[in-house]
């Protein structure tokens, strides 16, 4: 089973940046979708961005973080990076790396319910 160990989380002002990283115990995943969510108190857990590369890369992001985040990997480091410019207040929660993406009818790159491993999540807060 894959481990997901999430870093980078912290404390900034709004305008600021943070990069979230998350590195992966097995070499499983380069050919499969890698997700960032994140969850703030009180609210579900929401979809921020998801990177595919088995052959050509595809890459989503939420609508409220589209030219404000960069998701991106190394595979030969299975490690997955978040790039999280322009932050804002409503950007604070804990962010959650995610992968084991679940192939089928109903499956989409936003949805928890879609991936089966996930990391312990790491805390960003964005002060104004």
């Known amino acids: 089973q894959v481990q997901l160990v999430e870093s980078g989380g912290g404390s900034v002002q709004a305008g600021g940046s943070l990069t979230l990283s998350c590195a992966a115990s097995q070499d499983t995943y380069s050919s499969d979708y890698m997700a960032w969510f994140r969850q703030a108190p009180g609210k579900e857990r929401e979809g921020v961005a998801a990177?595919?590369?088995?052959?050509?890369?595809?890459?989503d992001y939420a609508a409220s973080v589209k030219g404000r985040f960069t998701i991106s990997r190394d595979n030969a480091q299975r490690t997955l990076f978040l790039q999280m410019n322009e932050l804002k207040t409503e950007d604070t929660g804990t962010y959650y790396c995610?992968?084991?993406?679940?192939w089928g009818a109903g499956h989409f790159w936003y949805r928890p319910a879609s991936y089966h491993d996930w990391g312990q999540g790491t805390q960003v807060t964005v002060s104004s």
């Open positions: 995610a992968s084991g993406f679940r």
């Open positions: 990177i595919f590369s088995g052959g050509n890369v595809k890459i």
